[in-house]
């Protein structure tokens, strides 16, 4: 709205409209911000906790999609497929994810991100935060301690107890 007078589209819904031709260009219609909660060093096996809050800055509905990545400490980026999503009008919303970390994954410092992308593939807005990934160790699913359990039992099998860790050597079978 350009005028005199007040805006009739905000009269009627309460909605502030955006003035396209004086607004600060650097407003980006869809922001996020993307926030580890829980420490930025991991353990193989663990878990890291991060909050995303995406907000619409506009004063309509707004689709778009959101893409996940990593780098990897030897610079290479890998990424999740897009997933399509959608706010209202001044809408924010928040979410926590968990990331997941894989008992093999390489030790190192990471790059987690997330990329905002307006459907015709232009990107609106990334964000990230790094974490390291420390030798630690993992927590077995209840499955893999009673497989471990009856490793133990195994007659065959030799348990030595280190520093309060218990080895477990078990005799390859003939192929």
Known sequence: WDGNGADPYEEKTGVKNIDLWTAPISTSTITHTLTPL?????SRGGALIFSVEETNNSSSYYK????AY?????GTTLYSRRFSTDLKAGETRKMRGVLRIP??????????????????GNLIDNDSFEFTVVSGTSYA???????????????DAQVVEEDGWKVIIVPEKDK
Not at 70 to 74: A, R, Y
Not at 104 to 120: P, V
Not at 141 to 155: E, I
């Open 38 to 42: 829980t420490k930025t060093t991991v």
């Open 64 to 67: 778009f999609y959101f893409q």
């Open 70 to 74: 990593g780098i990897k400490p030897d």
């Open 103 to 120: 008992s093999s994954l390489e030790l190192g410092t990471y790059n987690f991100g997330i990329k905002i992308i307006d459907t015709s």
């Open 141 to 155: 699913l209840r499955s893999s301690a009673r497989k471990l359990k009856r490793l133990m039992r195994n007659p």
